[in-house]
């Protein structure tokens, strides 16, 4: 009997190695990109021909449906090999604090910061934690970015000549000139999906930084400034006049961003704002399209106009996993230019690598070109207060329906400020 449950024991250990020798043979990666899912699975099968590494792809979606899942498995520590996280980088901290991604930097850094380099910094950044960072992360990168994205606006060459124009505006005056026009003529002038909050909060905050500058934006947030202060009102005030001026597509404060992706496409208007995987989205739409983005037009020259732009989607490392190395050979793989060439050609999003701009169509290059003029709020030092945030936004749509003035919403955003501010010091007052 004991030689019989030695013999099962042992026959137990090497069915276990054999298992944890196939898995290490190969990497699973969860993502949540519908529209990236048959490319990647070509690249996994072309790793797998490279390298004898098979590489299982897994999609959830949509991206909600993908985020309960990353944070249930997080719980349960049944993480896959390669994964993303997609929400505000203070979860991205408490991943990386409680163990579940691996820090990169040393890869990063070798031969002489090869890989490193290859990348745009501003897909990096997003990524990254620096020294002294809010979330008490240890400086470093943590995340690989596999494509770029930037917002801007855009412009509808035939229709700004119908309306006299070869140019798109530089500044907000000529842009409004150029609206006038569009409406005596019957051309609707901006559309953007601004039934979601994010997409009016983006818009308000190119504005911001051009109006008031980025110190200040900080100095707000840190509560040192109140919303009340005449720059922001200025900033409120963007939006009424947009509205007063019928730049405005009817129905813009309850438009999600598909609908208003058809708007421009089917050429109802002339601008939007909208993101650059708006390239793959309009060649669906209409491929004779004939359209460029644009920085939006500047109000001050005090400071200059920064817009939304970063890893459009990235990856990261489990740190547990014993596939670590082999995780990392892939993403390596997967951003190296002629990989990235590849992915850019396909979905006709911004690649991550610098090298791979070089084959991508003109109008993603336009994206790229400005790439030194972007920002996001995952890299900023301080972000706003959630309810804070939310007022904000509302307010703008407030604004925009003629509920309420620049400075009632002004006053409205400030006394939430207060109250959260407030709350704050109560609770550390407490600890």
Request: include cysteine.
């Amino acid at each position: 009997m004991k030689r019989l449950v030695v013999i099962l024991l042992c026959l137990l250990i090497s069915l276990g190695c054999a298992k944890k020798q196939k898995d290490t043979n190969t990497i699973t990666l969860w993502h949540w990109m519908t529209d990236r899912e048959e490319v990647l699975q070509e690249l996994a099968k072309q790793y797998e021909a490279q390298t004898g590494i098979k590489i299982k792809i897994e999609l959830y979606a949509p991206s909600e449906t993908y985020t309960r899942k990353i944070i249930a498995s997080a719980q349960t520590k049944v993480l896959p090999d390669v994964f993303g996280i997609l929400d505000k980088k203070e979860i991205f901290a408490a991943f990386i604090k409680n163990g579940f991604v691996a820090d990169l930097t040393n890869e990063f850094s070798k031969n002489n910061s090869e890989w490193e380099k290859s990348l745009f910094p501003k897909a990096l950044d997003i990524n990254r934690f620096e020294e002294d960072n809010v979330y008490g992360v240890n400086p470093g990168i943590y995340g690989v970015p596999l494509d770029v994205t930037n917002i801007q606006m855009l412009y509808n060459k035939k229709l700004l000549k119908k309306a006299g124009f070869e140019n798109p505006p530089k500044t907000f005056d000529e842009f409004l000139v150029m609206i006038g026009a569009l409406n005596r003529i019957g051309i609707t002038g901006f559309v953007s999906g601004w039934g979601e909050l994010w997409l009016a909060d983006c818009f308000a905050s190119n504005y911001a930084f051009n109006i008031i500058g980025e110190e200040k934006i900080m100095a707000t947030y840190r509560g040192e400034v109140p919303y009340t202060d005449p720059d922001w009102i200025k900033v409120f005030e963007v939006f009424e006049t947009l509205k007063n001026k019928g730049a405005l597509i009817d129905g813009i404060v309850t438009k999600v961003n598909k609908f208003a992706e058809q708007d421009f496409a089917l050429e109802r208007a002339a601008f939007a704002f909208n993101g650059s995987w708006c390239v793959n989205v309009y060649q669906k739409m209409n491929p004779d399209l004939d359209y460029a983005p644009m920085i939006p037009p500047s109000i001050s020259s005090n400071y200059p106009m920064k817009i939304w732009g970063a890893a459009g989607s990235s990856f990261v490392v489990n740190n547990s996993t014993v596939n670590k190395d082999k995780a990392i050979a892939f993403l390596k793989w997967l951003t190296d230019e002629k990989q990235q060439t590849f992915l850019s050609k396909e979905t006709k999003n911004l690649p991550a690598n610098r090298k791979a701009l070089s084959s991508i169509p003109k109008v993603l290059f336009d994206f790229a070109k400005v790439a030194d003029q972007t920002t996001h709020p995952t890299v900023w030092k301080y972000n706003e207060a959630v309810l804070v945030a939310e007022k904000f936004d509302k307010g703008i749509q407030s604004i925009i329906i003629g509920d309420k003035t620049p400075s009632q919403v002004a006053q409205e955003v400030q006394e939430v400020k207060q109250q959260v501010m407030e709350k704050e010091n109560r609770r550390k007052k407490r600890q």
